[in-house]
């Protein structure tokens, strides 16, 4: 078993940047393909971005291709997503999830079925 802990989220103005973390720990998280994803109030859960365990392979949502970045330290077990010129849409609680050990799904990565673990989520705000 795996777990995940999101840091990071804040609030912030429209135009600005934030980081977020994600600390894994346990059954070899380096060898599971991570994603972020995202709910909105109001909203169902989306997915936001995923990257294989290598780190080579980077998937995101339409969305926020060209502002966010998804990224991963396997030395030190976390997975980032850079977040740049946020938008108020952008204002959600969002998760970290990993994917079932060494069975990576890149193409279908915005099925939340493939993701056997999920963090508690962390607030972003986006002010005007």
């Known amino acids: 078993q795996v777990q995940l802990v999101e840091s990071g989220g804040g609030l912030v103005q429209v135009g600005g940047s934030l980081t977020l973390s994600c600390a894994a720990s346990?059954?070899?998280?380096?060898?599971?393909?991570m994603a972020w994803f995202r709910q909105a109030p109001g909203k169902e859960r989306e997915g936001v971005a995923a990257?294989?365990?290598?780190?080579?392979?980077?998937m995101y949502a339409d969305s926020v291709k060209g502002r966010f970045t998804i990224s991963r330290d396997n030395a030190k077990d976390t997975v980032d997503l850079q977040m740049n010129s946020l938008r108020l849409d952008d204002t959600a609680v969002y998760f970290c999830?990993?994917?079932?050990?060494?069975?990576?799904?890149?193409?279908?990565?915005?099925?939340?079925?493939?993701?056997?673990?999920w963090g508690q989520g962390t607030q972003v705000t986006v002010s005007a």
């Open positions: 999830a990993a994917q079932t050990r060494n069975r990576p799904n890149l193409v279908s990565w915005r099925r939340e079925d493939l993701y056997t673990t």
């Open positions: 346990g059954d070899t998280p380096s060898e599971r393909a």
């Open positions: 990257i294989s365990q290598s780190g080579l392979t980077k």
